[in-house]
């Protein structure tokens, strides 16, 4: 036989009383609130809430919930932007926001593709010149005049 106990007060089961404290706090209400609202004690709301976060965390400078700026990096992840490109516009850190989108399927894909964009990017003889522009520099020419020379043997096919 199970024996259900009640406020002495209201009469109502202490289950019932839990069940309504933790809503309301889920409702984000203060612990005072509900404690009036219940006619139970600051204390046992506190002990009956402890795990519920009641003050979502929001970022110090903007304000804006980090759930919302977690939503929005994902978003721009998955359009094809760069982790510096989405930190730099919601103003917060690389780790942050690749902690954001570790998870996404297609963050590899986009990883992989951001780092040969920027390696092309920085690419000063064509592809399959590398060993050519290579030779040039032991024998002393300049980066101005490698490049050039290397450009003229791509397109003289050599």
Not at 74 to 97: C, F, H, N, Q
Not at 110 to 118: G, I
């Amino acid at each position: 036989m199970t024996t259900v106990l009640l406020h002495p007060r209201s009469g109502v089961p202490y289950s019932e009383l839990k069940a309504k404290a933790r809503a309301m706090r889920a409702e984000h209400h203060s612990l005072e609130a509900i404690a009036a609202a219940l006619d139970i004690s600051r204390d046992t709301v506190r002990k009956w809430t402890a795990d519920i976060s009641c003050n979502p965390a929001r970022h110090p400078r903007s304000g804006i919930l980090y759930a919302e700026l977690k939503a929005k990096a994902r978003a721009m992840r998955t359009d094809g932007a760069s982790i510096r490109k989405i930190a730099e516009a919601l103003d917060v850190t690389d780790p942050g926001v690749l902690n954001w989108v570790r998870d996404m399927p297609c963050h590899r894909e986009l990883t992989k593709a951001n780092a040969r964009k920027f390696y092309e990017s920085r690419r000063i003889y064509p592809r399959g010149y590398s060993a050519d522009g290579a030779r040039l520099r032991q024998a002393g020419y300049s980066r101005e005049e490698r490049v050039r020379m290397v450009a003229e043997m791509a397109r003289a096919g050599l």
